[in-house]
């Protein structure tokens, strides 16, 4: 299977531990995005990489969130001290990136199955 | 900030019938995706939407783009059950200094055999 692949596709976790997620883009996309969606809503943007730099990050992501990229291969995404409000679906996506996006071409994004996380 | 907004969020139809997705968008971008999502899956691309004018058809979908009016549709044609999932619209947020890709709430569509 040549598609994004995300692990583990569940977990369950007490409040304050610490999670980490894992996810493979598709092996020649150099970007790689992570996304976070809660019941009802669309997925809500949370960082990116081209190849292991991370280029943005948004707003949304706390300082107990982090992500890397260490190769620009795989990205895991870690959360520390979990709280009840990080429930929800974490979504990895990956795109290529031939350097003409500042042109107008498209960066299709494909995504992973994501990850479903629960803190009790 | 760029807001995007999808209406409707909810549409059960019949089969057979046509109905049309907006999506509006708060500031300028040329670049709009369409995404379809089962329940409990993820994300499936589409179409992507590059400039204004741009028509895209697959099927009984067709999405369309008008920048200047900063307007997406998706228009069904002839729905059957199969297309009963939840459509996301979203816009590339180029200039924004923060999120890159805005999606819309999404709009759940159910269709009735």
């Known amino acids: 299977d040549t598609g994004v692949s995300q692990d583990p596709r569940h977990k369950i976790t007490k409040r304050g531990q610490n999670v980490t997620f894992r996810c493979d883009p598709i092996?020649?996309?150099?970007?790689l995005y992570w996304y976070r969606q809660t019941l009802g809503q669309g997925p809500e943007f949370l960082t990116y990489?081209?190849?292991?730099?991370?280029?943005?990050k948004s707003r949304l992501l706390s300082d107990r969130f982090s992500a890397e990229r260490p190769k620009g291969s795989f990205s895991t995404l870690e959360i520390q001290r979990t709280e009840q409000g990080d429930s929800a679906m974490y979504l990895c996506?990956?795109?290529?990136?031939?350097?003409?996006?500042?042109?107008?071409?498209?960066?299709?994004?494909?995504f992973g199955p994501g990850t479903r996380l629960t803190v009790t | 900030e760029l807001k995007v907004e999808q209406n409707p969020l909810f549409l059960s139809m019949q089969e057979g019938k046509n109905y049309t997705i907006y999506c509006n968008y708060s500031t300028t971008s040329d670049r709009l995706y369409w995404y379809r999502q089962d329940p409990g899956k993820s994300l499936e691309s589409l179409f992507v939407l590059l400039s204004n004018g741009a028509v895209k058809q697959e099927g009984r979908l067709m999405a369309s783009l008008d920048t200047k009016a900063r307007l997406s549709t998706l228009h069904i044609t002839a729905a059957v059950h199969d297309l009963s999932a939840t459509y996301f619209c979203?816009?590339?947020?180029?200039?924004?200094?923060?999120?890159?890709?805005?999606f819309g709430k999404g709009t759940r569509l159910h269709i009735l055999p």
């Open positions: 990489f081209q190849n292991e730099a991370q280029l943005e």
């Open positions: 996506a990956s795109s290529f990136d031939n350097g003409l996006a500042g042109l107008g071409m498209p960066y299709e994004q494909y």
């Open positions: 092996s020649e996309h150099n970007r």
């Open positions: 979203a816009v590339d947020g180029q200039h924004q200094p923060d999120d890159k890709i805005i």
